[in-house]
């Protein structure tokens, strides 16, 4: 590779990982470097990470990347970073130090702040103003659970002294050594911005009592945000964006109505929507999807909670599998479910059912059924998830979705994705190169630097790896369909 | 007639010990309890490693039982093989500008187990889980060459002539499959279907064992030069992904 290469680099913070990625100027990769980091449980319910932890990584797999590639920072045009959302650190502003861990996003203790804000009657406000109710799954009510618990985090805050960020803050503020910002979309999953300024709600940050100063500033996400001092010496730091959004521009859906979704653990599938802000009926959050330039284009997201999760149960709870990808072999074992039907409703059910009294049900048993059966079931129940989600996405706009681009791990699963083309009676398609959410980390950084010249241009980068044409006749489907329907009415109100 | 082969009994030691210890092991406790000096116990378990049979932690150094052992009975599933091929498959079709292909022996033709379309936008039907003739694609002949053992002798095919150039004699066929063992990589110059090509190299496990063909598929003016040969900057590609998904084939998941 010569060395006058110019490339774009991407760091994907995540739940388990943090990898560093270099993309070309056509979107392939050419060299990925990842270093996992510890979960810590101190409690039930309480998920942390070590900020310092994931600091470190980011540092370890930079230089990796670029050794793997055969770079140097000289050929770093710039540097995006896609991250985990909702995850919360506070530090200390003269030291860097962090006060406490970092209280994830799948970490509830901040239940009784969320009810606390429901009872005093905020509901509306929060929904009029950050776009959706209150809920644990924000970054906002776990800043006020760490001002409330963390020695010297409230005295320091006011005082100037402790700053707030979620991840991308803290990576961009450690990267540049001292420049305090957010991106408008990790900022909408604060519950503190206002959905239209774009800009912290002085409402919603007074009946969290947060203090304004600890708060990052809210940009953009293609700007050049500093250089870095650390890391990448002289490089720019220009693009962030929330895993989700990340996949969203990855995907190059850029005009209203695009819809992808990203099969992991679980699934997000996010629809433009344009300039307007979607409503938020039938759990379906409204949020914004990026900002490059001066409008924002807003997105509408709905998330299924078990999807590779599901898989993972079936493999190391039941242990009917030696790996996730054998389910499609068990299951290609038998023609058809047979009948039987799993809800994965492991902690309630989210979007569009909102039934948190709903536990998981396998129902439809008779001797007939085999293991076949049971994993044709679990990815069937990923299917129907998806289905449940874009109806109600069709119900909120009336412009229906007409295709579906589809990324990560579940994408290399066939019968899955034909599944899903089979319910959704949509073409779904799958483009080359799972790595969305880097790859749009990597394009609003290139983006802000004038290494691509605009959204269209990305465009061309998208390559269709494989399209999953519907092929299962109407009656079927409508026939399967009512039996998931009723299949999901059995795992309502179990927890009583 | 000779007696046991004593390095072979040695490795069936060290197998059953790692397999009943419960927990990784050390070279030391390995020794021990053959009662042997580590540097012979480090030669057959160094062997073993790079059979794919036995396992090295990178941090510890600690062994245990490897990958190739759970495969050992059946072979590679072929759902695993796609999940660690695929982005050594997209990598391949973006710096080809091929579609790419993955077969495995399927009784008596070759099952297509991933296919990557080819990155042109043109429209194109999804291929995944289709039989391919052995005898007529380029991932066929490269599993009848490389993996002799999993897939019927040439003499027992049906040897159906699709187009003019179908090696539809036994003799032509074997002479196809000698080239494809020569150069390492079968190829069809239209045999299939008239004008479309394909290439394709082994994909090894642990041990050298063909288990697999990767392959690429582009028109036949695209695909090969002048002299029938495939054009070198395609071929050095397939070659490069082929030796890349082989590696992570002999590593433990």
């Not at chain 1, 990815?379 to 009336?398: D, F, I, K």
Request: glycine share 10%; hydrophobic share 40%.
């Amino acid at each position: 590779m010569s060395t006058s290469e110019r490339v774009v680099a991407a760091i994907d913070q995540g739940t388990t990982s943090t990898r560093c990625l270099l993309f070309s100027r056509s979107g392939r990769m050419l060299a990925v470097a990842q270093r996992e980091h510890r979960q810590h449980y101190p409690e039930p319910g309480r998920v942390e990470h070590d900020a310092e932890e994931i600091w470190r990584n980011v540092a370890r797999v930079v230089p990796e990347a670029l050794k793997r590639a055969g770079l140097g920072p000289e050929n770093i045009v710039a540097l995006g970073i896609a991250n985990q959302r909702e995850t919360t650190v506070i530090w200390n502003r003269h030291t860097g130090v962090p006060l406490a861990r970092a209280i994830t996003w799948q970490d509830t203790r901040t239940g009784p702040i969320v009810a606390g804000l429901v009872a005093d009657g905020l509901t509306d406000l929060y929904s009029e103003t950050s776009g959706f109710n209150p809920a644990t799954y924000f970054a906002g009510p776990r800043l006020r659970w760490l001002l409330d618990h963390v020695p010297g985090a409230r005295e320091g805050a006011e005082a100037g002294d402790v700053l707030f960020g979620t991840i991308e803050s803290w990576l961009i503020w450690r990267l540049t050594r001292g420049v305090h910002v957010t991106d408008v979309t990790n900022a909408s999953r604060t519950m503190l911005m206002d959905l239209r300024t774009l800009e912290w709600s002085p409402r919603l940050l007074e009946a969290l009592d947060v203090p304004e100063r600890m708060l990052p500033e809210i940009r953009s996400n293609a700007e050049v945000y500093g250089v870095c001092a650390d890391v990448l010496p002289g490089v720019p730091v220009a693009g962030a964006l929330g895993d989700q959004q990340a996949a969203l521009v990855g995907q190059t859906c850029f005009a209203p109505g695009e819809v992808k979704c990203t099969y992991g653990t679980g699934a997000f599938l996010l629809k433009n929507t344009g300039p307007r802000i979607a409503g938020s009926a039938q759990g379906l959050i409204p949020t914004v999807g990026y900002l490059v330039g001066t409008e924002p284009v807003y997105a509408l997201e709905g998330s299924i909670a078990m999807t590779g999760s599901l898989v993972q149960w079936f493999r190391d709870s039941l242990g009917m599998i030696d790996t996730a990808p054998q389910i499609e072999t068990l299951a290609m074992t038998v023609p058809d479910n047979g009948g039987c039907y799993v809800v994965p409703a492991f902690s309630g059910l989210y979007a569009p059912h909102w039934r948190p009294g709903a536990r998981g049900v396998i129902v439809g048993l008779t001797s007939y059924i085999t293991r076949g059966h049971l994993a044709r079931a679990v990815l069937e129940a990923t299917a129907w998830q998806t289905r449940e989600v874009v109806e109600a996405m069709n119900a909120e706009s009336g412009i229906p979705v007409t295709r579906l681009k589809v990324d990560g791990g579940m994408t290399a699963d066939h019968l899955l994705m034909q599944s899903v083309a089979d319910v959704l009676d949509v073409p779904v398609e799958r483009p080359l190169g799972s790595e969305a959410v880097s790859l749009g980390a990597a394009y609003v950084a290139g983006l802000a630097v004038g290494h691509w010249s605009d959204l269209e241009v990305l465009r061309a980068n998208w390559h269709r790896a494989a399209m999953w044409r519907p092929d299962m006749a109407s009656a079927v489907r409508e026939r399967e369909r009512e039996n998931w329907a009723r299949a999901v009415e059995r795992s309502y109100d179990w927890v009583r | 007639m000779p007696g046991p082969i004593q390095s072979v009994e040695r490795a069936a030691t060290i197998l059953r010990l790692l397999g009943g210890a419960g927990r990784p092991l050390a070279l030391a406790e390995l020794a021990a309890a053959l009662d042997l000096p580590r540097p012979t116990v480090h030669g057959i378990v160094r062997t073993l490693r790079e059979e794919g049979l036995v396992d090295q932690d990178h941090a510890s150094a600690l062994y245990r039982l490897g990958s190739g052992l759970f495969t050992l009975a059946t072979g590679w599933d072929r759902h695993d093989l796609r999940s660690r091929a695929m982005n050594w498959a997209d990598a391949l079709a973006g710096g080809t500008g091929c579609a790419v292909y993955l077969a495995v022996p399927d009784g008596a033709v070759a099952g297509v187990v991933h296919h990557v379309f080819r990155p042109d936008g043109s429209p194109q039907t999804l291929h995944t889980n289709t039989d391919h003739p052995l005898h007529a694609t380029a991932w066929g002949k490269c599993l009848l060459a490389f993996a002799p053992v999993s897939t019927p002798a040439p003499r027992d095919l049906e040897l159906r002539r699709y187009t003019g150039r179908t090696a539809s004699t036994l003799g032509m066929l074997e002479a196809h499959l000698s080239a494809a063992r020569a150069r390492g990589m079968a190829t069809d110059v239209g045999e299939f279907e008239s004008g479309a090509g394909g290439a394709a190299v082994p994909l090894r496990s642990g041990g050298g064992l063909t288990v697999a063909a990767l392959g690429i598929a582009a028109p036949v003016e695209e695909l090969f030069g002048g002299g029938g040969e495939p054009r070198p900057t395609q071929a050095d590609q397939l070659r490069a992904a082929g030796r890349e998904i082989s590696a992570l084939l002999g590593t433990i998941r």
